[in-house]
């Protein structure tokens, strides 16, 4: 250090710190002014030890030199610009649904290159698989600094529910299942509505009409999947007509009738082998039933 200014760099990113002389003599005393830092130990001496501060710029340092009198006997300044060290920040998205757009950002405005030689302060790409991105800051003289961000993926679920027809008798219960591979979380709504958290749900059809079954499942990074199957209900219908009866007074199987289940309303009628209709009732008639006459004659005596 001399009596001209003279410019140095020094980097704020781990602990800095520097000597500053000037030529020694006896017969004179220093008084340092340090700009932008401290001195370490003694400051009256014509070397010192500086800790420089963490906050960049241009500052300016002096020593002022005295003869034994007190009286001024020259100054040295140097200009010591303190290089601020940019540490490499990214951020975004660990854990990704598989085939997903990712994108991350860096905070750095510039000085920063990204894998691939990308400078731009964010990058996206499609994360088929775990892909690690580096980020650099780059500090020239003050030394570079480096992040690793690794996103993984994870398996987007397929919803899958086990076998049922799509319409149903009135008041049938069935237990639907999760037959595809391990999910996080499964859950069940019929028609909007809630009603089981696990692999299966029982349901209940007691009402006649539609009922949508909705199956969702969610993987680690929030992957969905949803799953709908319409199943419609219909009232329960059966009936059963027999094949003989025996209208010959001795009271067992007098009269042609038929059962079932689910009949609101009918209407039956009795033709011969010639298309002539011989009888009629329905379900308003008193007789529900034919006695197997025609037109109170009995068919068995022709």
């Not at 070397?47 to 963490?54: E, T």
């Not at 500090?139 to 570079?144: A, V």
Request: aromatic content about 10%; hydrophobic content about 35%.
């Amino acid at each position: 250090m001399n009596g001209q200014q003279v410019l140095d760099t020094i980097c704020t990113n781990a602990n800095s710190s520097s000597h500053l002389a000037v030529t020694y003599n006896s017969n004179l005393n220093y008084q340092w002014i340090i700009n932008g830092g401290q001195v370490i130990g003694k400051s009256d001496t014509n070397d010192v030890s500086i800790q420089w501060g963490s906050v960049p710029g241009l500052y300016l340092s002096s020593v002022v030199v005295k003869d034994l009198n007190g009286c001024f006997s020259d100054t040295s300044s140097v200009y010591m610009y303190l290089r601020g060290s940019s540490k490499a920040l990214a951020k975004g998205p660990t854990l990704v649904c598989k085939g997903s757009v990712v994108t991350l950002e860096t905070p750095l405005t510039g000085g920063f290159e990204w894998t691939g030689g990308k400078k731009q302060s964010s990058i996206s790409f499609i994360a088929y698989s775990d892909t690690t991105i580096m980020l650099v800051a780059l500090n020239g003289i003050c030394g570079n600094d480096t992040a690793f961000v690794t996103v993984q993926t994870v398996d987007i679920p397929e919803g899958s529910i086990s076998k049922i027809e799509d319409t149903l008798q009135l008041n049938e219960i069935r237990r639907l299942y999760y037959t595809g591979d391990p999910a996080d979380f499964i859950e069940w709504y019929v028609n909007g509505t809630p009603i089981s958290q696990s692999i299966s749900a029982l349901i209940n059809f007691d009402r006649v009409g539609q009922y949508e079954i909705v199956q969702v499942l969610r993987n680690g990074a929030n992957c969905y999947d949803t799953l709908k199957k319409t199943v419609h209900v219909v009232s329960e219908f059966t009936i059963f007509i027999p094949n003989t009866f025996t209208p010959n007074g001795d009271g067992i199987n007098e009269l042609f009738t038929f059962d079932g289940v689910g009949i609101k309303s009918f209407r039956a009628q009795i033709y011969n082998r010639w298309g002539e209709m011989v009888y009629q009732w329905n379900d308003q008639s008193p007789v529900h039933g034919w006695d197997g006459t025609n037109n109170g004659v009995p068919r068995w005596s022709n």
